[in-house]
Nanobody
């Protein structure tokens, strides 16, 4: 069983910054992609940013230049530095991981989601 645990969400004023962290634990052979998605009230879940184990990043256009994703592959941890936050960034942020995981001897390529952490930006 693999779990993703997020931290760092909270309430921040517009223009402020927050840093999200997510650590994956459990039976992990190797994680290829880690990243962040978000879901605002009444909207579908959307990509924020992802990063491969090789360092390739992908950002939503709405966060380019403001958010920075980083990873510590050895610690199975991913971070999201969020700057210049605005009200449109208010959402539940979900950590995501895709790779080879599962019970020892029964690894398979799969994806896992965290429970989510709420980010609220007040204007």
């Amino acid at each position: 069983q693999v779990q993703l645990v997020e931290s760092g969400g909270g309430l921040v004023q517009a223009g402020g910054s927050l840093r999200l962290s997510c650590i994956a634990s459990g039976s992990i052979f190797g994680i290829n992609v880690m990243g962040w998605y978000r879901q605002a009230p009444g909207k579908q879940r959307e990509l924020v940013a992802t990063m491969t184990s090789g360092g390739t990043t992908n950002y939503a256009d709405s966060v380019k230049g403001r958010f920075t994703i980083s990873r510590d592959n050895a610690k199975n941890t991913v971070y999201l530095q969020m700057n210049s936050l605005n009200a449109e960034d208010t959402a539940v942020y979900y950590c995501y991981a895709k790779g080879v995981m599962g019970p020892v001897g029964a690894y398979r390529y799969t994806e896992v989601w965290g429970q989510g952490t709420l980010v609220t930006v007040s204007s």
